[in-house]
């Protein structure tokens, strides 16, 4: 499973308040302890509150930068300000995210070649979330096409058939994951899929329970990355226990500390 950090996120307070007073100790200190928790890349996304996110992505991105050399996932709806970060990240590079819409893709497609990034698309578009499994494989099939028209790769493309909360849209969760699984036929080679884990427990009382078990379960239905919350260790742990059940990694007695030594 590749490891995508959720934690440099505006809508977090300590996040939030770094990025107005430009602290930059305390996003190096978040970047550095999910990457020694076993994150393989870092979402960053400014949050609700920045006011000037076309800078202030610049500014994590270069202070980042400063402690690592990981993958970073530009994390906006707003292609200007995905562009902006891209002019400075070094790395390579995910774009987070496209949606299915037409506008989007003609923008951010053509972006991803250039700078020669990975693309997550979602499965949204303009009239909102999709209701069923149906609505978004087609969706999907719509962002593979426009990939494929502009020769970006399906295996550089990542899938996300946005994960609603389970308190919230309860009959859609076994669709979501059938998702996961159907959006790998849509093409050959096969697109990858990620979710954002932590949508699933928003609002429920035992939130590490209800993400732990939704991702050890997507697991099964082939999900290839998640965006998630690398310092729960229990979860980290269920995610390399899933990859050792699925043959990704060779069993040993000592297999999580060996893992986490990769
Ligand atoms: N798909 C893609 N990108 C995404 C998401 C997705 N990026 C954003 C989000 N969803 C994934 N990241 C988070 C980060 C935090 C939370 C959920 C998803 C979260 N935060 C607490 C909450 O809202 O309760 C905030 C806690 C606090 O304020 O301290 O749950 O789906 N491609």
Same mark, same amino acid.
């Given at each position: ?110 972006? !991803? ?26 969706? !999907?099939?719509?962002?593979? !096409? ?111 500390? !060996?893992?986490?030594?990769?």
């Amino acid at each position: 499973m590749y490891i995508i950090g959720e934690l440099i996120n505006g809508m977090y307070a300590n996040i939030g308040k770094a990025i107005n007073q430009k602290d930059k100790k305390e996003i190096q200190k978040c970047a550095l302890e999910q990457i020694e928790s076993g994150a393989d890349a870092l979402d960053v996304n400014c949050g609700p509150a920045s006011k000037d996110a076309v800078n202030d992505i610049q500014w994590l991105v270069e202070t980042i930068q400063e402690v690592t050399d990981k993958p970073l996932a530009l994390d906006s709806s707003k292609p200007k300000v995905i562009e902006s970060g891209l002019k400075v990240a070094k790395n390579k590079t995910l774009i987070n995210s496209t949606t299915s819409d037409p506008e989007k893709l003609a923008i951010l497609v053509p972006l !991803a070649k250039q700078y020669n990034a990975k693309l997550i698309g979602i499965t949204i578009n303009a009239k909102g979330i999709p209701q069923n499994k149906d609505q978004r494989l087609e969706m !999907a099939a719509n962002i593979v !096409a426009a990939c494929l028209d502009h020769g970006f790769p399906a295996e550089d493309l990542y899938l996300d058939p946005i994960v609603m909360p389970v308190n919230v849209a309860q009959a859609q969760m076994r669709d979501i994951l059938e998702s996961i699984r159907d959006f790998k036929i849509i093409s050959d080679p096969a697109p990858k899929t990620v979710v954002g884990l932590s949508n699933v427990s928003q609002g429920t009382l035992v939130r590490p329970l209800v993400n732990r078990t939704f991702l050890v379960m997507a697991a099964a239905y082939g999900l290839d990355a998640a965006i998630l919350d690398p310092k729960d260790k229990d979860l980290m742990d269920a995610a390399i226990t899933s990859d050792l059940i699925l043959n990704k990694h060779i069993y040993c007695d000592s297999f999580l500390t !060996a893992y986490r030594k990769k």
